[in-house]
T-cell receptor, first 113, second 112 residues
Framework: DGGITQSPKYLFRKEGQNVTLSCEQN?????MYWYRQDPGQGLRLIYY???????QKGDIAEGYSVSREKKESFPLTVTSAQKNPTAFYLC????????????FGPGTRLTVT | KNEVEQSPQNLTAQEGEFITINCSYS?????LHWLQQHPGGGIVSLFM???GKKKHGRLIATINIQEKHSSLHITASHPRDSAVYIC??????????????FGKGTHLIIQP
């Protein structure tokens, strides 16, 4: 079945540690996105990539980094510079030419203590 | 930047009731999406609209481009409809950040 996988579903880290969240898609989509969701707020765009080896900052990129070495993979690293990393993280992808219709992964809930 | 407002923020209703969730946005768009998020966190797309009305089962979505407003209706609501419903708009910015702008969501609870 085609879709987006994110792993793990729950992740716990100590403050000061970097952590990498996985996102893989087998939909052959060109564009991939990372969003952050906090209680009472809409999803906010962290980073996006429209093509392999290229990515752009979204609205809240500070403290995060990404890579896009393969079309199907778009990992997100939450660095120790991110002041409030505890959140729910969603990965999405879309096919070029579609009008904004994005497919979402199941999400990773990150807790940093 | 587009501002997306949803109302109500929270809605509790009895099984069988007709439900309406509203979404307003501030800037002209290319498409509007209604998404459903269940307690586990995963999001599924319900509708994508650029004009008029769409129906899928007990769900109906409408959009008025001139008024910059969309509604999601649920007929004969059921407890399994309990979820967060999110409105999102897509704008061809011609540059800058690509992607959707999301509302904060409407938390719907249908009681048996």
């Amino acid at each position: 079945d085609g879709g987006i996988t994110q792993s793990p579903k729950y992740l716990f880290r100590k403050e000061g540690q970097n952590v990498t969240l996985s996102c893989e898609q087998n939909l052959n989509h060109d564009a991939m996105y990372w969003y952050r969701q906090d209680p009472g707020q809409g999803l906010r765009l962290i980073y996006y990539s429209q093509i392999v080896n290229d990515f752009q900052k979204g609205d809240i990129a500070e403290g995060y980094s990404v890579s896009r070495e393969k079309k199907e993979s778009f990992p997100l690293t939450v660095t120790s510079a991110q002041k409030n990393p505890t959140a729910f993280y969603l990965c999405a992808s879309r096919s070029y030419g579609s009008v904004g219709e994005q497919y979402f992964g199941p999400g990773t809930r990150l807790t940093v203590t | 930047k587009n501002e997306v407002e949803q109302s109500p923020q929270n809605l509790t209703a009895q099984e069988g009731e007709f439900i309406t969730i509203n979404c307003s946005y501030s800037v002209g768009i290319s498409a509007l999406h209604w998404l459903q998020q269940h307690p586990g966190g995963g999001i599924v797309s319900l509708f994508m609209l650029s004009s008029g009305k769409k129906k899928h089962g007990r769900l109906i979505a409408t959009i008025n481009i001139q008024e910059k407003h969309s509604s999601l209706h649920i007929t004969a609501s059921h407890p399994r409809d309990s979820a967060v419903y999110i409105c999102a708009v897509f704008t061809h910015s011609g540059g800058g950040a690509d992607g959707l702008t999301f509302g904060k969501g409407t938390h719907l609870i249908i009681q048996p």
